[in-house]
DNA sequence: ACAATATTCCAATATTCTTTATAATATTTG
DNA sequence: CAAATATTATAAAGAATATTGGAATATTGT
């Protein structure tokens, strides 16, 4: 085995214990740049749309230096990318494949840490959850025949972007004063930013409260779209 | 941290960003656990198989008691576990996510980080390369009419937990040694332990020199699977 | 050109992580 | 029960990261 190690390159080309060493320090370094709760917490935000650093700042409530210093190492990663626009930095997502990476940490935490297991357990099972992509496909043929009512929870913006299909749109902050659109007479499912989004807890409970039959779809539009599912843009 | 386990249900008062930090907390901690090279190397080499804590420091090279500190990092994450075996105490993964998310973060790091790229492209080009599920898909259609010949490289031992369908052990060590057992009417497809697997190279560089026409599979046995495509054990 | 704005850069401090040597623990062997 | 073995735990030094306040930079608007 450890002759797998030490096998000379080819003419003269690097020893390959150093191309290992090279490889194993440049996927810490990118696991490095997701490893603090403020950077995984720009990287959610920047999932659901392209934001400036202000913006970034007032939504994690972090020091103004501290999240520019965040977004440099998320930089240096190549998890994201900015670009000017007027006074502004935008920054955006770099790859499609960040969100996807993000996507397996979170559900491996989940798996793998027991304190994310007991918070997710205590505070994501008190309605009915329908995860995985069986469960998806099985959602969509409902959807398709008119079984069920879909809520998209998220802002406007975000729906106008992308939605699951026939679904439709009440931002969480409206959802209680317009209650009175949604008829009774079918199951409601609703969604908002993936499985762990809060926004959704709250929709769900708000609906079951008002005595709907609500239950929450726990995938994002990205994951949706991720298992081949439709969407509507 | 104990402050997470204490926030009231959905009945009180919803502290909903005391939830989010303690998520964010708690995916960084496993992000954390990833985020040191020699780390992602002792996960590389238990994906292979269990070891034992006296051969992952032969493996690494590293301190006896480095290695015991990272892999206390790595239990307390929830990526590995272990148990003992006589004086040994004998370590492995503890989820089968743990491989699918080195997968994905390889697999940015290559895209995201340009020494990667860089590298990638300088050691792993110089010869023809099966990558993504698609080209797997239409590999395992030319294995089934024979149209090519697939040849394992790692050690006997992985080869006979799961192998390729109609896939040959040739452990690189043996391969030298062995190429009058490779008829040359057939092109050869090698594969070995992953995308980033440098026995893999030699050993397609050992076939071309000896006038093969040889491609890699850049997949370990785990994508293989995880595409949803059929193993021999 | 000057003031205002948005962001990055810098330096100092505090914190966390890594390594190393050494001590402690648990198991097997004699 | 003592010695040998494999591993973990501890403590101290050194390295890397994170936070903060303030200075520097680049752009826009007057």
Redesign the interface.
Known sequence: ?????H?P??RG??P?VE??????????????A????????LL?LLDYAEHPVEKLVEQTGAQFASVSAHLKVLRE???VRSRREGRRIVYSI??A??P??IH??????A??????R??VE??YR?HEVIEGVDAAEKLLAQIQRSRCLVIDLRPHEEFQRAHLPRARSFPLQELGDRLHEIPRDKPVVAYCRGP?C?AA??GV?LLLGAGYQARRLAMSVGDWARAGLPLKT
Chains 1, 2 share one sequence.
Do not use: C, N, Y
């Open positions: 085995m450890s002759d797998l190690l096998i390159g080819p080309a690097a390959s191309i290992r060493d090279a490889l194993f320090e440049g996927f810490a370094k990118v696991a490095q997701l490893a603090h709760p403020t950077r995984l917490h959610g990663a190549g998890l770099a790859h494949e960040v996807s990476l397996s940490l979170r559900q491996l935490s798996i793998a840490l027991p304190e994310i007991l918070l205590t505070h008190d762990f809060l807890l709250r409970r």
